[in-house]
């Protein structure tokens, strides 16, 4: 399929989402909620999220629409044959957002029957973007991307987010265990450790409890850049409550440690 076209309407769709979190960022006025799952939301979340599903209602009209902060109770694959949805994380970092850290970013995916073909991740606090699509290739503002080509756990550099996340998903003990395999681990969070995957910075990311908003925009990415994306457990897509990145060489290998 021809994803050209698509493509350029997410990163249009980024541009808008761009607009309204930037404005929104480190106000002195920024209204935050907390949801019935406990997580927090803003005032940004909410209007970057209506506004890209009235672009898209509106400019895809045929098209079905998973955003966190309006459908996040269906939360579903969409498989139909010819289905195409897009899924669209308002603001993935929503914490760091509303404590003023710079680390957050729009995530917009396209999946057609329930496999993400393109993704953008805007993140324009960093000044940075990155996107891809099914035979388009990988790239961000810096240029084609390529994951690295370590061969080994040994020389491989590991971003896992959170502690706590790994703790509460009973698999604290496969995190301590692959730690000790590794050359280095660091906790970079969110979007971003996998968008340095892609860049071949890092070599493995990867973090238990997350929706599928949280991750159908990076599959694209990683993927198109040579890598391999799962679940922990080595299942691929977004939809199974988990996110393996790597650089393909060492994927099956950290599976071994951290799958149940």
Do not use: C
Request: proline residues 4%.
């Amino acid at each position: 399929m021809d994803l050209s076209a698509d493509l350029d309407f997410a990163r249009s769709l980024a541009d808008t989402a761009d607009a309204i979190s930037l404005d929104r960022f480190r106000a002195a006025d920024l209204r935050v909620a907390t949801k019935a799952d406990s997580t927090h939301v803003t005032d940004a979340d909410q209007a970057v999220e209506r506004a890209l599903r009235e672009r898209i209602t509106s400019d895809r009209p045929d098209d079905a629409f998973l955003g966190e902060e309006t459908t996040a109770d269906t939360g579903a694959e969409a498989t139909s044959q010819g289905h195409r949805q897009w899924v669209v994380d308002p603001i993935d970092g929503t914490v760091n957002y509303l404590r003023g850290v710079p680390v957050w970013a729009t995530l917009i995916a396209l999946a057609v029957d329930g496999r993400p073909v393109l993704g953008v991740v805007s993140a324009p606090a960093l000044g940075k973007r990155w996107w891809a699509a099914e035979g388009l290739g990988a790239h961000s503002l810096d240029g084609v991307l390529r994951v690295s080509g370590v061969p080994t756990l040994a020389d491989a550099s590991l971003s896992y987010n959170s502690l706590q996340q790994w703790d509460d998903d009973g698999r604290l003990d496969a995190l301590v265990a692959l730690s000790r395999q590794v050359w280095r681990t660091r906790a970079y969070g969110d979007m971003w450790s996998y968008m340095m995957v892609a860049e071949g910075v890092l070599d493995v990311a990867g973090e238990p409890d997350l929706k599928p908003w949280d991750m159908a925009a990076l599959v694209p990415i990683v993927e198109q850049a040579g890598g391999r994306f799962t679940s922990l457990d080595g299942v691929p897509g977004p939809w199974h409550g988990s996110a393996l990145a790597t650089n393909g060489l060492v994927h099956d290998a950290v599976v071994d440690v951290v799958r149940r």
